[in-house]
């Protein structure tokens, strides 16, 4: 089966749907999912989305990020992210997102690392309420159509150039989708772990089909580990223990309830503490206690990993919760420049799946989803950019036609 489209775009996570909502309207946009189109990591976020408070800390994010990142990254993308946030909550809370306040004013979290709360949040489900607000805005456009169920299974390449790609779905084996433009937003590799907080169908399908097309890929190796899931012996994916709270006061504890480490040191710091803590007590899990937290926050703050909790026979308010290490982030992935186009004409890629550099060798607490959301941002300027450049040219070309077929009359 063949078909055509302006722009395809593979994910319906916020980088998908982001880019899908800054691209022209009057462009026929496809966009598929592996799953439906809810199960992404985008609805998964808990902990919340950082933003820029303002310009006195500028200098303590950008540094926060970078510290975080083992100084890997790549400044000119961290000071992009960081001067757009605030454009994208406006964006965001434009499309009816809604966010914590105090009072009048929108309240402010903290998470591991970062030296001051610069994180707002809904509740402990921050994506789910973005990507679904997101969602309902993209269902509106008239130009964009969401296959579920579908596939990508490669790329299609005509003299060196994206010309769209291969999918697979239950009705049809191969499915070549023709567009002028590609994005790719096809999130991480969560399901290649046995221990992940990621959905298993996340396997960095985008990154096996770019390296058989010597696409350029970064930092492979730049996985993040997340030091707090709930410990399960069931198979699937890992609970999320939100940094949030730790941010918020709970502290981890050895097996005989003392306290091993600064809970706010950067993720990969905090998850070797708890791996040398569990070798040498010989255990499965540490412990995270939420006693120094009061009740009230717990329950609106955090009702949803209350919820589940409880749901797995733990009492948050009340008790320790076992927790461990697991599989939750890729830093690495298709190599980008800063308005996300790949090493391959016509291809983008943005969110997890691409690397613009924005988190080093280890990502910052919530600078995920603005990361994903700015510069699926850029991706879609880009495009429509190219567009325009397109149609200048045409329309300078048809000019230069009627003029020589004046004079030819003319003459
Ligand atoms: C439990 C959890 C909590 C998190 N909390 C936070 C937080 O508080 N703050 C923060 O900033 N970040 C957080 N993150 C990270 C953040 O949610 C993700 O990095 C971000 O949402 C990635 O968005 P995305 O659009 O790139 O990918 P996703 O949202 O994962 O979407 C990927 C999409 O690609 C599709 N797909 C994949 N392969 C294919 C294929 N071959 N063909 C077709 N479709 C395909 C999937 O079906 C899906 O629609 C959290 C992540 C997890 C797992």
Known sequence: MEMKRDIVIVGTGVSGLFAALNLPKDKDILMI????????????AQGGICVLRNEEDYDSYFEDTMRAGHYQNRKESVDIMIRSSREIINDLVGYGVEFEKAGKNFAYTREGAHSKPRIMYHADITGKEI???????????????????????????????????????????????????TILASGGIGGRYKNSTNFPHLTGDAIDISRKHGIKLQHLDYVQIHPTTLYSKKPGRRFLISE?????????????????VNELLPRDVVTKEICKQMKKDGT????????????????????????YCREEG???????????PAQHYFMGGIWVDSDSKTSMEQLFAVGETSCNGVHGANRLASNSLLESLVFSKRAANKIKGFYIEKEDKTKRQEGQTDEQNYHGIAG
């Open 131 to 181: 990507t679904s607000k997101l969602l309902a805005q993209v269902r509106k456009l008239e130009n964009v159509t969401i296959a579920e169920y579908t596939t990508m299974t490669d790329v299609l390449v005509e003299n060196g150039k994206c010309v769209g790609i291969e999918a697979e779905n239950e009705l049809e084996r191969e499915i070549q989708i023709y567009a002028d433009y």
């Open 314 to 324: 733990y009492d948050v308010t009340k008790e320790c919760i076992p927790v461990v």
């Open 284 to 307: 499965d899990h540490v412990w995270l206690s939420m006693e120094h937290i009061d009740r009230e926050t717990i329950l609106n703050h955090f009702p949803n990993i209350y919820q």
């Open 33 to 44: 999912t592996k799953s439906d189109v809810k199960s992404s990591d985008s609805f998964l």
């Open 244 to 260: 949030s709270v730790r941010g918020e006061g709970a502290v981890l504890y050895n097996k005989n309830k003392e306290r091993f």
